[in-house]
């Protein structure tokens, strides 16, 4: 039980460094490059890892890996940018948060992992925790923008399962490398295509993709891939709602944001349902044991 908490612990790095990448992009980086920034965040990143590890993709693994950084990368991020920018924060944040339900039915179909009610209803109260985070009333609908946050939900959550389907034969931190480094190429073309070049970078520019590349991206990828090689899809995709409960946080130690009592009780259900997810897998083993 104790190595198995270290592993969630580990995980859950991920999501939380994941938090603050609202603030480095907002305070860092200049505005209005969402598929370069996308982009400088991947492929920098994967091709250093690949330097690191010394290991190219080769037969089934070539494709896999384009796959899977399309998934967890490419389609994601674009898809996550489209809805940022056509619905209000809030909105776009809560649509993103059904992506554990759905790892849930996929783990069901793929991997045929049980779908336990308590796995349901964590899930559930944890997008019920980012909506009380994050909404307001003045919230708006946007059908565009809801489609592409449910695709982009749709793409993590199939990326998140097939890393464990596919099991690989290699090292966590060389599957990292072949994925960002796909996932990177692919956005090459979609940013010479879609966006202007960036302006001349300042050093405070420097320092924000220096971060999103090594610890926002290079380093947490590695512990997010090396949690799904140990855990089971339903108990680490649950841990990326800490990500909006640390940006909160954050704006509000930073940039003094208000922190409300709804956006309180917020953090306290996103939490619980953190907790409920993974009791609900320790359930679930102890069951299982004879």
Known sequence: MGTRSTEILLTAIAPAIWGSTYLVTTEFLPAGYPVTVAMLRALPAGLLLLLVVRQM??????????????????????????????????????VGAIQPLIVIVLSRIVLGSPARALSVVAGIAGMAGVALLVLTPKAALDPVGVAAGLAGAVSMAFGTVLSRHWTPPVSPLTFTAWQLAAGGLLLVPVTFLLEPSLPPLTAANIMGFTYLGLIGTAFTYLLWFRGLSRLEPSQVSPLGFLSPVVAILIGWGVLDQQLTAVQVLGIATVFASVWMSQYAQTARRAAAAP
Do not use: K
């Open 57 to 94: 993709p080769t037969g089934v693994w070539l494709a896999r890996s384009f796959v899977l950084g399309a998934l967890n990368f490419s389609f994601f991020q674009t898809m996550l940018f489209v809805s940022a920018y056509r619905l209000p924060g809030g909105v776009a944040a809560t």
